[in-house]
């Protein structure tokens, strides 16, 4: 394991003013995607929105990395150069979702655990041959009646800490993602227990695994009030408490935490991302690695038209820099307003 190429490529990945693209919805999830504006999900759709997100000119002002499918890192551009090699000679470097999906954990009601284990050294190592320099790996956790038990929350913290293990074995830095769902109707408070627990439970298994913490980035759920929740949580509220849940259980050593958006506005993302920092000096840098909500206003502008392709980048381009923004607290609200660049 070459501990300082791992670190340098999470430090660049969290670079100032920096994020990540979170594409690499599976072909289930991105069918959902195309559904919504009325697009088939072909092979050839797909390759084409893609090419469109990755070929932005000057998003990379603001993306640091993008996050790819299976499919999409084998694809090409339009003009045939393949993605990986178009993102890294951008100065975007190329990263790839390695689980296979969260599946029903056996002998547990409404829980899940992801796969993908298996075989995974020999993907590793031909992800890394495609271009790939970081990965990722989702599990999920959610939060209901007598859930989640011990037993999925350790039992996904563990697989976390296999494949995390594996990875840096491999030479790409493990996104380690542990998803507290905000489907329901909990208080924060019950997001706050639930987070706290399932954090535990990851740096405990990640430290007893052998995985250098210096190289990881932790992919987090923000702690916020479940979706049909009576009383929604402000984005101070939400930013004061995910601070409080993280420093708790977030070794310092760590470069950076890039939270997912998991299904908040888009501009809800980014006021939160923005309360946090606001906050001040943190142990770890704190960004993003949004999938939805770098990409909804990008994907109904586009709408599978070639004619709007250009209105799609530029949707695209508005929320990366929003986004940058939040990365140093200096985001405000009226900036939504800015005309998006021509
Ligand atoms: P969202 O930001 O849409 O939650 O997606 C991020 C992601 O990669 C989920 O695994």
Not at 275 to 295: C, D, E, I, T, V
Request: aromatic share 8%; net charge negative; glycine share 8%.
């Amino acid at each position: 394991m070459d501990v300082q190429e791992l670190e340098a490529t999470a430090s660049a990945i969290v670079a100032e003013g920096k994020g990540i693209l979170a594409a690499d919805e599976s072909d289930s999830t991105i069918k959902k995607r195309f559904d919504s504006i009325g697009v088939e999900s072909t092979e050839e759709n797909r390759r084409a929105y893609r090419d469109l997100l990755f070929t932005t000119e000057g998003v990379e002002e603001y993306i640091s990395g993008v996050i790819l499918f299976d499919e999409t890192i084998r694809q090409s551009s339009a003009d045939g150069t393949p993605f990986p090699e178009l993102l890294a000679s951008r100065g975007v470097i190329p990263g790839i979702k390695v689980d296979t999906g969260a599946k029903p954990l056996a002998l547990a009601r409404g829980e899940t655990i992801t796969e993908g284990l298996d075989g995974l050294r020999d993907r590793l190592e031909e992800y890394r041959d495609l271009g790939a320099r970081f990965a990722k790996w989702r599990a999920v956790i959610s939060i209901g009646n007598g859930i989640p038990s011990e037993y999925c929350i350790w039992t996904n913290a563990h697989a976390l800490a296999r494949y995390a293990a594996l990875s840096q074995e491999a030479g790409l830095v493990p996104i380690v993602e542990p998803e507290v769902l905000m489907d329901g109707g909990h208080t924060i408070d019950r997001s706050f227990e639930a987070t706290s627990h399932t954090l535990h439970a990851v740096f405990t298994e990640l430290r007893d695994q052998r995985v250098h913490p210096e190289g990881i980035l932790l992919k987090p759920n923000m702690v916020l009030s479940g979706y049909d929740g009576p009383d929604q949580a402000s984005h101070d509220k939400v930013a004061a408490e995910t601070i409080r849940c993280f420093k708790r259980h977030v070794p310092a050593a760590v470069p950076g935490i890039v939270f997912l958006s998991g299904g908040q506005s888009d501009e809800d993302a980014t006021a939160n991302l923005n309360a946090m920092n606001a906050l001040g000096k943190h142990p770890w840098q704190l960004s993003f690695s949004y999938g939805r909500a770098l990409q909804a206003p990008a994907l109904k502008a586009w709408g599978g038209k070639e004619e709007n392709v250009e209105a799609a980048q530029r949707a695209y381009y508005h929320r990366a820099k929003m986004n940058s923004a939040a990365r140093t607290g200096m985001y405000a609200p009226e900036m939504e307003k800015e005309a998006v660049p021509a």
